[in-house]
T-cell receptor, first 114, second 117 residues
């Protein structure tokens, strides 16, 4: 089974802090994704990466950056956290056959920015 | 533009009732995939099914069944004899096929299902 692990389930940070959300997958997947989930807005794609050191902006990249130094790890960075970034963050990875496009998700990180 | 609509925001049923979750999609592609995911209270989205646009056969897996109809652009999900453990948010999603590595999922907003004892 594919396992996608997000380092924290719950995180509380202060406005202006730099925040790192970490995601690790154990299936050697090339593609990884970061989403945020908010009530009434569903899942929105922040960034994705289809290879090491490669990244593409999703639908709402503003205020975020990402890092993919190793294939198994995809980090989401909030350079200066703001209260409107309080949300549930979900990481996903996708297997080698991009045609099938099945994404496997971690358990999520619920971030509160005070 | 591609779009997925789940018109039912919340559904509440009593255990053992059958329940259908609706999903309507829009796409100009002739080849695409449709998906259903389940998000229980624990938070992790769990993949349930993928359907390609060339296969309109209905699918049944235990108490779950899926009805794909291209004529109405719908991919509905039915849970038969619902159980409390089915309580979750269910997401429908659409994937274009011809976008290479940039292939993304287009998500519906989800339907929150509450199954009460």
């Amino acid at each position: 089974d594919v396992k996608v692990t997000q380092s924290s389930r719950y995180l509380v940070k202060r406005t202006g802090e730099k925040v790192f959300l970490e995601c690790v997958q154990d299936m050697d997947h090339e593609n990884m994704f970061w989403y945020r989930q908010d009530p009434g807005l569903g899942l929105r794609l922040i960034y994705f990466s289809y290879d090491v050191k490669m990244k593409e902006k999703g639908d709402i990249p503003e205020g975020y950056s990402v890092s993919r130094e190793k294939k198994e790890r995809f980090s989401l960075i909030l350079e200066s956290a703001s209260t409107n970034q309080t949300s549930m963050y979900l990481c996903a990875s996708r297997g080698p056959d991009a045609t099938k496009n099945i994404q496997y998700f971690g358990a999520g990180t619920r971030l509160s920015v005070l | 533009a591609q779009k997925v609509t789940q018109a039912q925001t919340e559904i509440s049923v009593v255990e053992k009732e059958d329940v259908t979750l609706d999903c309507v999609y829009e796409t100009r592609d002739t080849t695409y995939y449709l998906f259903w995911y389940k998000q229980p209270p624990s938070g992790e989205l769990v993949f349930l099914i993928r359907r390609n646009s060339f296969d309109e056969q209905n699918e049944i897996s235990g108490r779950y069944s899926w009805n794909f109809q291209k004529s109405t652009s719908s991919f509905n999900f039915t849970i038969t004899a619902s159980q409390v453990v089915d309580s979750a948010v269910y997401f429908c999603a659409l994937s274009e096929v011809n976008a290479g590595n940039n292939r993304k999922l287009i998500w519906g907003l989800g339907t929150s299902l509450a199954v009460n004892p």
